[in-house]
């Protein structure tokens, strides 16, 4: 589970054969392929050697993840047929951070569920 660049970070963690599922919170940095040293990184391109299942959650009116960057993680891990939960909800970047003006308590609890269910769901399937 990653919030902002962890949520890009859980992304890549997917990518490894062990992880089961992966919650990603407004990750960021995935769009413009602009995560790590010299600003260049392959995590659309690797969209293939994804194999947990992804959670990813948005906020519509993050400045740092705008449509167009939502729309094209959607449609590269759409594509690939990979499997993942599409979550967005009208706040901003950072909502789930429980301090300043962007908190929002009921959306942030509704996502935690998300992430609960997501893990209970995957993990428990683990030990079967």
């Known amino acids: 589970m990653g919030i902002c660049i962890g949520g890009h970070l859980a992304f890549r963690a997917a990518m490894q054969p062990d992880v089961l599922a992966a919650a990603c ?3 960021t940095d ?3 392929q602009s995560l790590g040293q ?3 990184d392959d995590s659309l391109r ?3 050697e994804l194999r947990g299942e992804l959670q990813m959650i948005w906020g519509r009116q993050d400045p740092h993840i ?3 960057g ?3 993680i959607y449609n590269t891990l759409s594509d690939a047929a990979v499997p993942f939960q599409w ?4 706040a901003a970047h950072t909502f789930m951070r429980d301090e300043g003006p962007r908190y929002d308590q009921a959306v942030a609890r509704i996502c935690y569920g998300l992430a609960v269910e997501l893990f209970h769901r995957r993990l428990g399937e683990a030990g079967k």
């Not at 979550?87 to 009208?90: A, T, V, Y």
Request: aromatic share 14%; charged share 25%.
């Open 25 to 27: 919170f407004y990750a």
């Open 38 to 40: 010299g600003l260049r």
């Open 70 to 72: 939502r729309a094209l």
């Open 87 to 90: 979550h967005e909800f009208n």
């Open 66 to 68: 705008p449509r167009e």
């Open 30 to 32: 995935i769009h413009t």
């Open 46 to 48: 690797r969209v293939a």
